[in-house]
């Protein structure tokens, strides 16, 4: 946007945070310019790449920010923020393509909504490149969660400039789960809008063991993110009000510490078959409990695409929630480490944080 031109209320800026995504960036931001809803801005924040990913950047008549070093998305997205002037913030992660109407849907949703604070939608149910069946699991995995959780994500969401300062930003020591770290410093009279009219395609992981490293790692935030968050909301202060769109869903869902317990417990306890047979009801047991929870999500992958594919996911399942509970577990004795020490990691409220020094094109 010029200096000179005039910000409408409804303006939108488009902040891409962009790593070696040299095989989607052009997809994603093709993505962005055939919006019917057209952006006022267009930021493709560059995170130091190395895969001639910025030059994609270069053949589109974009904004380019460059950060000063590696720092992860959570810093990509703050400087993007502060490189931009329009009073709505839309994010797009570089490895996925948004619908052609996501934008204006999101705007739609948010002129609706009372007291919006933001509008989250979710990932489209067949990946952008299809690459294997373990990447067709994550994006129906991520399809199918997204579509029914309260927790935030910034791959394909709308937040009014307002809210992200008045929530301090993101917090640039997190690596992972800056997003949903973020959505629990939100105050509480705002209400997030989960709507299935918004819609994006990834290009997920396609790897077995680098799709589990990848939860595994996430995970391990977790625990701490909960204990900044239970902090906060007992000071009352935040927690987002819900309003789901066309995702059948109204009420909060729990984090499944069933079903990662279950499918740990069916792994750890399996070699116990090696001191007597009758000791496989104890891992069966475990296997059934998890089946159970995950019954729904399972018969939805089977009629999506067959009975085949519906048992790969069902051992997928079992992995993925496996090492998450692991993870988990890591996290968990890293907030007990920090707080033993009384090294505990402040919470940032206020105004958005100063962002690390990036250069813009």
Request: with cysteine; net charge positive; hydrophobic share 40%.
């Amino acid at each position: 946007m010029m200096p000179d031109e005039v910000v409408r209320r409804d303006d939108v800026a488009v902040i891409v945070p962009n790593y070696n995504k040299r095989k989607t960036l052009r997809a994603c931001l093709e993505s962005v310019y055939a919006q019917t809803y057209r952006p006022a801005e267009v930021i493709v924040v560059d995170d130091v790449s190395t895969d001639g990913s910025l030059e994609i950047a270069r053949q589109f008549p974009c904004a380019i920010v460059q950060s000063s070093r590696n720092q992860g998305p959570a810093g990509a997205r703050n400087l993007g923020v502060a490189a931009s002037t329009a009073p709505l913030l839309f994010f797009v992660d570089s490895d996925t393509a948004l619908a052609p109407d996501a934008v204006r849907n999101a705007v739609k949703a948010y002129r609706e909504t009372p007291d919006c604070g933001m509008v989250q939608g979710i990932y489209d149910i067949e990946p952008l490149y299809d690459d294997g069946p373990v990447e067709r699991y994550r994006v129906l995995c991520e399809h199918y969660e997204r579509s029914r959780t309260t927790a935030t994500f910034l791959s394909c969401t709308l937040i009014p400039r307002h809210v992200f300062e008045e929530a301090g930003g993101l917090d640039e020591r997190l690596r992972d789960g800056e997003d949903f770290e973020f959505g629990t410093r939100v105050p509480a009279r705002y209400r997030l809008v989960v709507t299935t009219s918004v819609v994006t395609r990834a290009d997920d992981e396609d790897r077995f063991w680098g799709c589990l490293a990848e939860r595994f790692v996430r995970s391990t935030t977790l625990p701490l993110i909960m204990v900044r968050a239970r902090r906060l909301r007992g000071e009352g202060k935040v927690g987002f009000q819900l309003n789901m769109i066309g995702t059948g869903q109204n009420q909060r869902r729990k984090p499944p510490k069933v079903s990662s317990a279950s499918a740990t417990a069916a792994f750890l306890t399996l070699p116990l078959a090696l001191v007597s047979p009758w000791l496989l009801a104890v891992p069966a047991a475990a296997l059934a409990v998890f089946l159970r929870r995950n019954r729904t999500f399972i018969g939805f992958a089977r009629r999506h695409r067959g009975v085949r594919f519906g048992l790969w996911v069902a051992w997928m399942q079992l992995c993925f929630h496996t090492a998450f509970f692991l993870g988990a577990c890591v996290g968990l004795l890293r907030v007990a480490y920090e707080l033993g020490r009384r090294r505990g990691e402040p919470v940032r409220t206020g105004r958005s944080p100063v962002p690390s020094a990036g250069a813009r094109e």
